[in-house]
């Protein structure tokens, strides 16, 4: 089964700051997909952004923006402006052809004014 | 109304009771799962669905069973529930034809007492 690491169990930024989630994956599939969710208080699964692995450009929705390192089976989210109702677990997410979709541990995420 | 629709979102059992945890959806997707999130593990495969003839197990599936009734509803069961089996689960759905992620239901807190 495909792994995905989440090596930051939690990160604390500044209200309008910039942020960086990491997330590596191992995989020998070359076509896949890769995703950020977010869970508020409320345990809601946000999808907040995703990336096709055949797609060199990096995905932005908004404020949020990932760096895709294919070769480096890398994929880091980058949240800028940061705003307190950013503040929650976030998942990175992986998922291939065949199987579902595999989550790391999670980075929680502090905002502080 | 929500995608995806789970039932109870809240339930306190006793251990050894049987236990079912409901999924609808509207979504029309053929793949149906259901996840575990214990804190600092991430979220966990129990069972997934790729059609209503087709169910598969997933990492922790020992002590769980499902049931897909329909293409829109699949069930989860803890034939004799036990502590360790409170957690927060999730039921998700998906479509790899338009792959945008899974879409989550809104979790069922289930403690076992």
């Known amino acids: 089964a495909q792994t995905v690491t989440q090596s930051q169990p939690e990160m604390s930024v500044q209200e309008a700051e910039t942020v960086t989630l990491s997330c590596t994956y191992d995989t020998s599939e070359s076509d896949y997909y890769l995703f950020w969710y977010k869970q508020p208080p409320s345990r809601q699964m946000i999808l907040v952004i995703r990336?096709?692995?055949?797609?060199?450009q990096n995905a932005t929705e908004n404020r949020f923006s990932v760096n895709f390192q294919k070769a480096a089976k890398s994929f880091s989210l980058k949240i800028s402006d940061s705003q307190l109702g950013d503040a929650a677990m976030y998942f990175c997410a992986f998922l291939d052809s065949g199987y579902a979709l595999n989550f790391g541990k999670g980075t929680s995420l502090l905002v502080t004014p | 109304d929500a995608d995806v629709t789970q039932t109870p979102r809240n339930r306190i059992t006793k251990t050894g009771k049987r236990i079912m945890l409901e999924c609808s959806q509207t979504?029309?997707?053929?793949?149906m799962y259901w996840y575990r999130q214990d804190p600092g593990l991430g979220l966990r495969l129990i069972y997934y669905?790729?059609?209503?003839?087709?169910?598969n197990k997933g990492e922790i599936s020992d002590g769980y069973s499902v049931s897909r009734q329909a293409q829109a509803k699949f069930s989860l069961s803890l034939e004799s529930a036990i502590p360790n089996q409170t957690a927060l689960y999730f039921c998700?759905?998906?479509?790899?034809?338009?792959?945008?992620?899974?879409?989550f239901g809104q979790g069922t807190r289930l403690t076992v007492v």
């Open positions: 990336q096709e692995a055949y797609k060199q």
């Open positions: 669905s790729f059609d209503v003839k087709d169910i």
């Open positions: 998700a759905t998906s479509d790899l034809g338009t792959p945008g992620g899974a879409f």
């Open positions: 979504k029309g997707h053929d793949r």
